[in-house]
C-alpha cells in the first residue's frame, strides 16, 4: 500500500459522537487525499491536503474537518457523527500533481454509525 | 459539479475474452487519465495511466485508448482471467487541477 497505514481499519460508533481517523505516510509525498467510498457513488473527494497545514475542501466535505500538522500525518474529524456517514474512508498520497497527480491509497477503514 | 462518466456499471466476460469499460470526462485542467483496480476490502490501486502525448498505450494484458476530441478513454483487458474480477475505476483530473474525479466504478466478473 505505498507507505500508507489507516488507523483504526474498523469502527462502529454511535450518532452524535466525534470520530477522528488517522492516515499516515512514510513516503514523505506533499499531497494527502480523503475519500469516502459507497455503493453506486464511487470515490468522492472529502478534502486534501497541499502541505503542512495547507488543506482545501473536496466535494463532500460537509460535516468533516481534517488537520496535518505533519508530513506524514492527514486526520479527518467527523465533529458529530451521523448515520449518512456510515461508509468506507481511503486516504491517498501523491507527490506531484501538475504532471500527473497519481495517487497511491491506503487500506481503507471501514465506520459504521448507530 | 464535474463528473466522469464510466459504463458499464457492470460486466461479465468468458475467460480469454475481451472486457471493455468506458469513460467519458469533462474539462481537465491538465490531460492524464489513470484506471485503478480495486479487489474486496483493499484500496484501490493504481493499474494503467495515459498522458496525451499518445492516443493508447499498452501494458501487457491491459490496454487504454483515449480520444481527445470525444473526451472519453476507454480501458481493454485482454485474454480476461478470472484473477481479473475486480472493481475498475476511471479518474480524470478536476479543472483545478488539484485532485482526482472518479467514474462510479464498474464490476468486473470473468467466468470460468
Known amino acids: 500500500d505505498a507507505g500508507i497505514t489507516q488507523s483504526p481499519r474498523h469502527k462502529v460508533t454511535e450518532t452524535g459522537t466525534p470520530v477522528t481517523l488517522r492516515c499516515h505516510q512514510t513516503?514523505?509525498?506533499?499531497?494527502m487525499y480523503w475519500y469516502r467510498q459507497d455503493p453506486g457513488h464511487g470515490l468522492r473527494l472529502i478534502h486534501y491536503?497541499?502541505?503542512?497545514?495547507?488543506?482545501d475542501k473536496g466535494e463532500v466535505s460537509d460535516g468533516y474537518s481534517v488537520s496535518r500538522s505533519k508530513t506524514e500525518d492527514f486526520l479527518l474529524t467527523l465533529e458529530s457523527a451521523t448515520s449518512s456517514q456510515t461508509s468506507v474512508y481511503f486516504c491517498?498520497?501523491?507527490?506531484?500533481?501538475?504532471?500527473?497527480?497519481?495517487?497511491?491509497f491506503g487500506p481503507g477503514t471501514r465506520l459504521t454509525v448507530l | 459539479q464535474q463528473q466522469v462518466k464510466q459504463s458499464p456499471q457492470s460486466l461479465i466476460v468468458q475467460k480469454g475474452g475481451i472486457s471493455i469499460i468506458n469513460c467519458a470526462y469533462e474539462n481537465t485542467a491538465f490531460d492524464y487519465f489513470p484506471w485503478y483496480q480495486q479487489f474486496p476490502g483493499k484500496g484501490p490501486a493504481l493499474l494503467i495511466a495515459i498522458r496525451p502525448d499518445v492516443s493508447e498505450k499498452k501494458e501487457g494484458r491491459f490496454t487504454i485508448s483515449f480520444n481527445k476530441s470525444a473526451k472519453q478513454f476507454s480501458l481493454h483487458i485482454m485474454d480476461s482471467q478470472p484473477g481479473d474480477s475486480a472493481t475498475y475505476f476511471c479518474a480524470a483530473p478536476n479543472q483545478a487541477g488539484t485532485a482526482l474525479i472518479f467514474g462510479k466504478g464498474t464490476t468486473l466478473s470473468v467466468s470460468s
Open positions: 491517498a498520497i501523491s507527490a506531484v500533481r501538475d504532471r500527473g497527480n497519481e495517487q497511491f
Open positions: 491536503s497541499y502541505g503542512v497545514k495547507d488543506t
Open positions: 513516503e514523505n509525498h506533499r499531497y
